[in-house]
């Protein structure tokens, strides 16, 4: 089966339902960028790295910034390979074969390349670094899902680099029409 014959979750945010058991992912919001009969990939987009702004990141990577990047957030992105940054961004910006498309509206890149343009002020319009990445075998999130661990919502540019971070999980389950005071960590099944 082809990728285009089968649904799969690229470009959706997933949206942790209450009572999910592991803490890492405690009302995350997550953002899949590649997802196959292989397993998936995404970048928890609503919880800030403790401590490390992006200039403190840049200064670390001796990059030069020529513009103010106080907008530019970093994220703890998920539990696999927190050592490794990737940058979720707007489509606006890609690097010909460093470039992940996810979709019409965004896309990731994962080399040093993006910051150095980020630095100089060419960058994407809008960017969210994470360090480490959320990943699933084969199967394992759609057993996830069917087991009421998350909600799927459609990936928005607004929720993924507007809200605020608190804000980002009642954003994304309100724009799939669920009010967040209503959710239960009890799940079922009709």
């Not at 907008?71 to 460093?98: C, K, M, N, W």
């Not at 360090?131 to 607004?158: C, R, T």
């Amino acid at each position: 089966m082809s990728k285009r014959d089968a649904k799969f979750l690229d470009g959706q945010l997933l949206v942790a339902m209450p009572g999910m058991g592991d803490l890492r992912f405690e009302r995350s919001v997550i953002f899949v960028c590649e997802h196959s009969p292989k397993g998936a990939m995404g970048l928890i987009v609503n919880k800030p790295a403790p401590d490390l702004s992006f200039a403190d990141l840049l200064a670390q990577l001796k990059i030069p910034a020529a513009i103010d990047l106080k907008q530019t957030r970093v994220h703890f992105g998920g539990p696999v390979e927190h050592g490794r940054g990737f940058v979720l961004h707007t489509a606006d910006y890609s690097i010909s074969e460093s470039s992940l498309d996810v979709g019409p509206d965004f896309a990731m890149t994962a080399t040093v390349d993006i910051l150095q343009d980020m630095a100089r002020g060419r960058g994407p319009a809008q960017a969210l670094l994470a360090l480490g990445y959320a990943g699933w075998g084969p199967g394992q999130l759609e057993a996830e899902i069917q087991a009421n661990g998350w909600l799927v919502a459609p990936g928005d540019v607004g929720v993924v680099f507007g809200a605020r971070d608190d804000d980002k999980w009642g954003a994304a389950l309100r724009s799939i029409a669920i009010d967040p005071r209503l959710l239960s960590a009890e799940g079922g099944r009709a």
